[in-house]
């Protein structure tokens, strides 16, 4: 039977969790290492409702996206949970920043829900992965793309006035970089979340913006994680939450 860090080193060999960026913690954050794995729930974010689902699962582990714990903890109150994961004996593995840039990862993922080919990471920005439409696109049409691909229930998007063949993206948090894809010829930059002054370069620089949502643009990579590791482990039976939700419950459509 498979440990829990077999399994870290399986993820290990898919997205090098030395490769992850200095602000973040990926890596085995909760639980023994030791512990024999029978069943594994794979999830965005660990809650206590992903935790509560692990446990009535009879799962021992949990791999989670984004970090259980990512700043330095100063108490641990009961309903957090990392305190939960402790008391019902769970152990967590979280994959971020290196699963973002990993060459199969979660913008590798994001690129091909949308049906992009000739996908690869930008040769000077490792953040930044690239990609191509099969057919030329209106600006409008290649965010209604996005939104039906990723079944967003409503994005944003700036209008660059060009058709559009070259993507580039950088799911989550990745408005930062709209003007490096600018610089490198995108005709169009997909990601989770832009700040005012980042739609604003994007409209200077005449580059189309889909702006599809944090939870949307990373959700993707689970599918691919499933079917990875239960190729590796055939013995183990992976699931993704069922219980795990958008904390962003939709938008109120009104006339102005």
């Known amino acids: 039977m498979a440990k829990a860090n077999d399994i870290y080193q399986a993820l290990d060999q898919l997205a090098p969790f030395e490769n992850a960026l200095s602000f973040d913690n990926a890596g085995f954050l909760a639980g023994s290492r030791d512990m024999e794995v029978e069943r594994v729930l794979l999830s965005l974010d660990i809650t206590g409702p992903v935790i509560q689902e692990a446990a009535e699962l009879g799962a021992q582990l949990l791999i989670s996206h984004h970090p259980v714990i990512f700043s330095p903890l100063r108490s641990l109150p009961a309903e957090s949970p990392a305190y939960q994961l402790a008391g019902e004996g769970l152990s967590a593995i979280c994959a971020h920043t290196n699963l973002d840039i990993a060459d199969h990862g979660v913008n590798f993922c994001l690129a091909e829900k949308i ?20 057919f030329p696109l209106r600006p409008e049409e290649f965010a209604g793309l996005c939104g039906k691909s990723l079944r967003v229930r409503g994005l944003r998007y700036i209008n660059g006035g060009n058709q559009i063949s070259k993507v580039m993206m950088c799911s989550g948090a990745g408005g930062e970089f709209i003007t490096q894809a600018a610089e490198e010829g995108a005709d169009a930059f997909l990601t989770g979340e832009m700040k005012h002054h980042e739609l604003l370069q994007a409209k200077a620089a005449g580059i189309t913006a889909v702006v599809a949502g944090h939870y949307e643009t990373e959700r993707v990579v689970l599918p691919f994680l499933r079917e990875y590791l239960s190729v590796k482990f055939p013995g183990i039976q992976f699931e993704i939450s069922q219980r795990e939700e958008n904390p962003v419950c939709g938008l109120v459509e009104y006339n102005c």
């Open 115 to 134: 049906g992009l080919h000739d996908i690869g990471r930008s040769e000077t920005c490792p953040e930044l992965f690239e990609g191509k439409l099969e």
